[in-house]
């Protein structure tokens, strides 16, 4: 019964190249976020989407786009992939009305060679 | 803007000993205050929380109390066990704006 899902759980792959992590959630929430956790911990938040709207778009490079197809998945494309982009990517999901209790996925851990 | 600072780690202790991890914040307003924990390998999961000045809020014998005066949440527990290691995140929110994080505090206990 797995709340928030995402997928592939690790992802190694060449520079230059190409990506996607799938995040699915079960909770019949209606806002989903994507995090990137570097090396040293630090959690900082990439996208938010409510009903399938981009509510928060924070400084990232436009080869990072997130699509959500529906209210239950959010996934994010990266294009050209760069060796600083080797990190763990966190999906999280809330209710809007709650926009504090988020409940995250376990993590995609990526390592661009 | 909002911005959350906590005690840098990594921090060990003794089984059954005391703990506490600071964390004080900085808000345009009156936030709601978080601490998520990160078990090894896991996303994060939210152990307590606080919407108002005075609130304690309280989970798994962890506790910590929103005090407006001094701007700060500390996290607290009596007596830790091996399976409380793990990255501790404090957070903070206002309004519905975005979730604010600390860099996170690595606790190692030993036994």
């Known amino acids: 019964d797995t709340a928030v899902s995402q997928t592939p759980k690790y992802l190694v792959t060449q520079m230059g190249n190409d990506k996607s992590i799938k995040c699915e959630q079960n909770?019949?929430?209606?806002?989903m976020y994507w995090y990137k956790q570097d090396s040293k911990k630090f959690l900082k938040i990439m996208f938010s989407?409510?009903?399938?709207?981009?509510?928060i778009n924070e400084t990232v490079p436009n080869r990072f786009s997130p699509k959500s197809p529906d209210k239950a998945h959010l996934n994010l494309h990266i294009n050209s992939l760069e060796l600083g982009d080797s990190a763990v990517y966190f999906c999280?999901?809330?209710?809007?009305?709650?926009?504090?209790?988020?409940?995250f996925g376990p993590g995609t851990r990526l390592t661009v060679l | 803007g909002n911005s959350v600072t906590q005690m840098e780690g990594p921090v060990t202790l003794s089984e059954e000993a005391f703990l506490t991890i600071n964390c004080t914040y900085t808000?345009?307003?009156?936030?709601?205050l978080f601490w998520y924990v990160q078990y090894p390998g896991e996303g994060l999961q939210l152990l307590l929380k606080?919407?108002?000045?005075?609130d304690k809020g309280s989970n798994k014998g962890f506790e910590a109390t929103y005090r407006k005066e001094t701007t700060s949440f500390h996290l607290e527990k009596g007596s830790v066990q091996v399976s409380d290691s793990a990255v501790y995140f404090c957070?903070?929110?206002?309004?519905?704006?975005?979730?604010?994080f600390g860099t996170g505090t690595r606790l190692t206990i030993i036994p």
């Open positions: 808000a345009t307003g009156y936030p709601s």
């Open positions: 606080a919407t108002k000045a005075d």
């Open positions: 957070a903070l929110i206002l309004g519905n704006e975005k979730l604010t």
């Open positions: 989407y409510n009903n399938k709207e981009l509510i």
């Open positions: 999280a999901s809330s209710q809007g009305g709650s926009p504090s209790e988020q409940f």
């Open positions: 909770l019949g929430h209606d806002t």
